[in-house]
């Protein structure tokens, strides 16, 4: 309990050491911080999934609406990940395999999902922070214009998804103050709102 | 805590005198590893400054260092998204769902819709069209009913001898203990349903000679005994006091604790209009302070034991000779000009009058009562007549003590502690006569602890059950999610054992269980069963009179003793009989009145605490023949003289999990009405923890007395008067450099206030705005509890609430006036105004809460740093703040996250957070219509508050639409703002009392609210 622990000496030193590292940190963040940011961690996020799963199969080759899986997307808040009782659907007839006569790898592990009766635990490519109430409904009400894709990008021609946008405050806000403004059957002008309480609650 | 402590709590460790250096540096990072949160703290350990040696401090310097570098590269985490293997029906992720059910925790079964998300039951609702609470209202008790299904204090196994076993290990027992057995007993709750009794009666069948008694703590059972002798049935007296002009109360709750409170508070509200068809006059004669006398418009304090003097005396008035009612009164302190008031307005209102009485009354003066109904010919019009009531009349415990003492081979408790909550002494030593013990409950309660066998009980939400509603009308409970610790409902238990004793029915043998039970007994097809499940109820009221009373007599209690005590055991607002003791949110939830949380005090009149020299939180010891206990003392305007009024229930020691350990058990006392012997005990001051203390608005005490414009009421004179000034303009549109003009004022004051700021013009989209009816409100609590599971509200606790740090959003602020034997109390539901001027707004350093086009205050946690100006600035209080983090990993269990509303963020520390106005509920308004612009439709949104509220003080909706609820609310001339004169302009109406005062006795209550 007393100033025995360090010598003046060290203490010196561990001050110039602290010092330099302190230097650095801040250039560094600030570069870092500088070079990152735009393409930063969360653009361009492109995660392994634990089904070799392909959209550009399925949405490019084949054209399956967007909706046809992800059911939710025009009813509720959450445009829905198909269950595994959803795929089998069509995958209980539709078991194509390779040129040696396999089964395709995702094929394989869709039907081992099916008959161990365990969800796919999917990695999350597109998520919000808590606080955010994102609604997938309303934003694809006809009048919006406004298409999966806009958002997601063109899943149909990716192998894996891939996030293309930041979704982060200042990009939904981007769109939200330049919505067209439009006549109302009361004669209002209403546009996307942009109060905090539209996504924050 | 006290104020004056000498050391200061200093949070960065650099207190007075500090040493410097490598001291300060050891300060610092015993700091680091101080405990945030004041519970759970012991997993924390602070590094000791003695064992700090240079590796060490290098280790952590270089840890620190690198922990720094690696998270600046990091993504956030890898986050899941798991869909389900197979959908349910209907099921869509994030979207609720609604069943029907019935509320079975009561003698009253209301209807309840259970709004669930994703497979979790999130809020529960009255179900709207139900005979019983036909409004869609509901109870706080049913709003809170949430925490303890996701209890994480609920016993997980069943238990045999204390270890854990196997359903069936544990089934084997009871069947062996039961198979040969002599004398079984077997004690449930009085509120079984059909199905339930049905299957007793087989059980009984199986077992010969098994004894079944119906075992309520806080009985009723003395007045239902009396109603059974005098109307000839062991039914239940139904109210109509919608029908009502005139109610008398003689120490009965009715719009709190006793009785059907949802239906009576239904049909009280009803009458309740200054300027409707009828406006009705309560009178309450009463002991203590509950929310019937706050909407009592005369008070009569009342010595419980005199009660049936004020019976006697009353019914001799009413045949014509008031003379020993006021021998009486003149004994007793009644204010004989209100008598006078009250024997006129029930002469001259025959056929529209009611008298209720408490259940803790004796039965002499209940069958008083009887008769006084019948003079005033309340049969079939204000009073009705339910023959086949939901709860059976309670078995009286001396009988069980009885039973137990003759040495049973079997006794089996489901549902019920009577360990803890017996009235009287004595039960502990007879449950040990009993050769083997079963009980069954939610949690390892007392009576489960000491039983041979314990066996979980499934959650009501997670049981099928039925219930006689009302006559003509049948009651469907089904399970919400399946028991969330393996539980089994006590009808299941029933069942396996019945199944193994009675060999040879092979009816009962192919019974899979008590649902297989339940839709058997029913006998309805799958179409009509489905149906009743989809309804909550099949059938429609039938109409049953009020019988004429048979005369009988009852002996006449002893008259109250000179210089003793009355000690009145009454059921608490918010945890009833006890039995919600292990529900946190109904503890932390204030008393109506005195506004006391996680306690049951010796309520007293002021007088009477001093006559005894003590002072709140002094102790007070009461002696009821052999039995006493201590209890704190709080003195409270109010309650009557020479009386005691506590509450039931607390003092649990077992499986109560927060409840543990809070109040005092005065089981021991007996059950209701006591005459006691109470004296000044020793004992270090108690704390006392209340959310409000008693003061006055306009301090009119001080020298600087002001009229201030908070919790407003007046009489009908006062309001005629104020009706013949000219209009006053709606509140909302009031320029306050006019001066305002608000009841009860008959003088326009000036206000030298002038709009700042830009006005905004709202009037093109909606525009939010509430309002709330002080005439109407009864001090339920409901919409406080409604608000705290639909908002995702934390409780911190007795110690943090006596700090102010109470994290209600909606609070019932309580003003008193008047004598302090008999004030006059006033309760306002206050909440945040949602001001267009907001004080709270201009301060904020980092734009956490702004105001929406829509006139709403919004408040963005992501946002706020805490810094607490919004707070400092906020003239009405409603905003809370996370001093600690209440739903972190040490104070959430992982069960317990499943009970949160997901469409409402789960707060952290350090943020300020505040009422919404249920903004998720008005986007999810919004989103359910497609987006044209329209204008939602009036009452298109409800907030949780106004959807709880039993008696229909709150309206919510959009103030721009014209001839609405709101801008009805805001035109009244009862309207008004609470404190106007700071220009704030909130957008929280309030409608001014009138209380109904007789026009003999209508002048002004001095000193003002």
């Known amino acids: 309990m007393s100033s025995t622990i360090f010598t003046r000496a060290f203490d010196r030193r561990v001050r110039t050491l602290l010092t330099v590292l302190g230097i650095s940190v801040v250039v560094g963040g600030a570069f870092g911080t500088h070079t990152l940011w735009q393409a930063n961690m969360e653009q361009g996020y492109s995660p392994a999934q634990p089904l070799a799963f392909n959209h550009a199969i399925m949405a490019g080759t084949h054209k399956i609406e967007c909706t046809y899986c992800h059911t939710q997307a025009l009813k509720g808040p959450h445009a829905g990940i198909p269950t595994v009782a959803d795929c089998m659907k069509c995958h209980k007839e539709i078991q194509t395999k390779d040129g040696e006569g396999h089964l395709k790898e995702g094929l394989a592990q869709l039907n081992e999902y099916w008959r161990a009766k365990t969800p796919i635990p999917w990695v999350k490519v597109h998520d919000l922070a808590d606080f955010v109430y994102f609604d997938h409904s309303r934003h694809l009400q006809p009048h919006t214009g406004l298409q999966c894709a806009d958002c997601h990008g063109d899943v149909a021609k990716m192998d894996r998804v891939t996030r293309v946008n930041s979704l982060k405050m200042g990009w939904c806000l981007d769109c939200h103050m330049q919505a067209p403004q439009k006549n109302t059957p009361e004669g209002w002008t209403t546009r996307a709102p942009i109060h905090c309480t539209t996504c924050h609650r | ?1009």
Not at chain 2, 238 to 254: G, P, W
Not at chain 2, 368 to 379: D, F, I, Q
Not at chain 2, 675 to 690: F, M, N
Request: with cysteine.
């Open chain 2, 1 to 1009: 805590m006290s104020s004056n402590d000498a050391t200061p709590n200093d949070p960065t460790g650099y207190a007075e005198g500090a040493p410097a250096g490598a001291d300060a540096m050891h300060q610092g990072l015993a700091v680091l590893g101080r405990s945030e949160v004041p519970i759970h703290d012991d997993h924390v350990d602070a590094p000791s400054a003695s064992e700090m040696t240079r590796r060490t401090a290098m280790k952590m310097l270089s840890l620190t260092a690198m922990v720094g570098m690696v998270s600046g590269c990091v993504r956030k985490p890898e986050r899941r998204i798991i869909a389900m293997h197979d959908r349910p029906e209907y099921q869509q992720p994030g979207m609720p769902l609604y069943y029907a059910s019935t509320w079975l925790e009561g003698a009253h079964p209301y209807g309840l819709l259970v709004k669930q998300i994703d497979g979790r039951p999130i809020k529960l609702e009255g179900l709207q069209g139900h005979p019983l609470n036909p409004g869609g209202k509901s109870t706080g008790p049913m709003q809170a009913s949430l925490y303890s299904l996701y209890d994480p204090e609920r016993l997980r196994s069943p238990k045999q001898g204390g270890a854990d076993v196997s359903w069936s290990a544990a089934d084997k027992a009871v069947v062996g203990a039961l198979k040969g057995a002599q004398r079984v007993l077997l004690v449930t709750r009085s509120t079984l349903g059909p199905a339930e009794k049905a299957l007793v009666a087989r059980f009984r069948k199986a077992v010969p000679g098994a004894l079944h008694m119906h075992y309520e703590p806080a009985q009723d059972r003395v007045r239902r005994e009396v109603w059974k002798q005098v109307y000839g049935a062991p039914g239940e007296v139904t109210t109509s006091l919608e029908n009502a002009k005139v109610i008398l109360s003689i120490d009965s709750d009715f719009l709190g604790t006793d009785g059907d409170v949802l239906g009576n508070t239904r049909g009280f509200s009803a009458t309740r209009d200054p300027n409707g068809e009828v406006f009705s006059r309560l009178y309450v004669a009463e002991s203590g302070m509950t929310g019937t006398g706050t909407s009592a418009d005369h008070r009569i304090p009342l010595r419980p034991s005199a009660a049936k003097e004020f019976v006697v005396g009353l019914a001799m008035a009413l045949g014509g000779d008031s003379k020993t009612l006021s021998a009486s009164a003149g004994r007793f302190g009644w204010d004989p000009k209100v008598l006078e008031a009250l024997v006129k307005d029930l002469n001259a209102n025959r056929g529209a009058a009611a008298v209720l009485a408490g259940p803790h009354l004796p039965a002499f003066v209940h069958s008083a009562v009887a008769s006084l109904n019948a003079t005033l010919g309340a049969a079939g019009k204000t009073l009705g007549w339910n023959p086949t009531p939901a709860a059976a009349i309670a078995t009286d415990p001396a009988e069980l003590l009885q039973a137990l003492n003759a040495g049973p081979d079997v006794a089996i408790f489901l549902g019920v502690n009577p360990m803890h909550d017996f009235p009287g002494a004595g039960f502990a030593d007879a449950l040990g006569k009993a050769k083997f013990t079963v009980a069954q409950g939610l949690t390892e309660d007392e009576t489960l602890a000491a039983a041979e066998i314990a066996l979980p009980s499934a959650h009501a939400l997670e049981s099928w059950n039925d219930a006689a509603v009302s006559p003509g009308v049948k009651g469907l409970a089904q399970p919400m999610i399946a028991p969330l610790f393996g539980g089994r409902q006590i009808g299941d238990s029933l069942l396996a054992w019945t199944k193994a004793l009675a060999t040879g029915d092979d009816a009962l043998a192919k019974t899979k269980d008590f649902h297989a039970w339940l839709k058997s007994a029913w006998g309805l097809g799958q179409t009509a069963w489905e149906g009743a499940l989809r309804k909550g109820y099949v059938g429609s009221a039938a109409k049953t009179t009020l019988p004429a009373p048979k005369g009988a007599g009852f002996p006449e209690p002893a008259d109250p003793v000179e210089g003793g005590y009355d000690v009145v055991l009454a059921l608490h607002p918010n945890t009833g009989d006890g039995r919600w003791q292990g529900n946190a949110w109904l503890l932390e939830t204030p008393e109506t009145c005195n506004k006391v949380v996680w306690d049951n005090v010796a309520a007293m009149a002021p007088s009477t605490a001093s006559a005894l020299g003590v002072e709140e939180g002094d102790w007070i010891k009461v002696t009821v023949g052999e039995a006493s206990v201590e209890l704190p003392v709080l003195p409270q305007p109010g309650v009557q003289k020479n009386t005691i009024v506590t509450h039931v229930g607390y003092g649990r020691t077992k499986g109560a999990g927060h409840g543990n350990g809070v109040g005092v058990n005065v089981a021991a006392l007996g059950v209701g009405l006591l005459a006691a012997k109470v004296v000044k005990a020793s004992g270090d001051k108690y704390l006392i923890s209340r959310t409000q203390h008693v003061f006055d608005q306009d301090y009119s005490h001080t020298d600087t007395p002001v009229k201030r414009h908070i919790a407003l009421s007046g009489t009908p004179k006062e309001y005629a008067e104020y009706k013949a000034q000219p209009p006053r303009p709606d509140p909302s549109t009031l320029d306050p450099t006019d001066g305002t003009l608000s009841f009860p004022d008959t003088q326009k004051h000036k206000i030298p206030l002038t709009q700042i700021d830009e006005a905004v013009d709202y009037s093109k989209g909606a525009k939010w705005g509430l309002a709330i009816d002080l005439g109407q409100c009864t001090g339920c609590n409901a919409c406080m509890l409604a608000c705290q599971t639909e908002n995702n509200i934390v409780i911190d606790g007795k110690e943090e609430v006596a700090k102010g740090r109470d994290m209600s959003w909606i609070r019932i602020d309580r003003y008193e006036a008047g004598p302090e034997d008999n004030p006059e109390i006033l309760l306002q539901p206050m909440l945040c105004q949602h001001c267009d001027n907001a004080p709270c707004e201009t301060v904020c350093p980092v734009n956490a809460t702004t105001h929406s086009p829509e006139g709403l205050n919004e408040q963005v946690y992501n946002r706020c740093v805490g810094t607490r100006y919004c707070n400092n600035n906020c003239p009405y209080k409603v905003r809370r703040f996370n001093f600690f983090n209440y739903t972190g990993k040490q104070t959430t269990s992982p069960v317990q996250e499943l009970r949160a509303n997901p469409h409402v963020t789960v707060r952290t520390r350090g943020v300020m957070e505040k009422c919404t106005f249920c903004i998720q509920r008005i986007n999810a308004a919004k989103f359910a219509v497609p987006d044209r612009g329209e204008r939602l439709k009036d009452g298109a949104v409800t907030t949780a508050c106004q959807q709880a509220c039993p008696a229909d003080a709150i309206v919510f909706g959009d103030a721009n639409i014209k001839g609405g609820k709101i801008d009805r609310a805001r035109k009244s001339d009862l309207a008004y703002h609470v404190l106007e004169e700071i220009n704030v302009r909130p957008n929280v109406t309030y409608a001014a009392r009138i209380r109904n005062v007789h026009p003999d006795l209508d002048h002004p209550v001095k000193g003002g609210h």
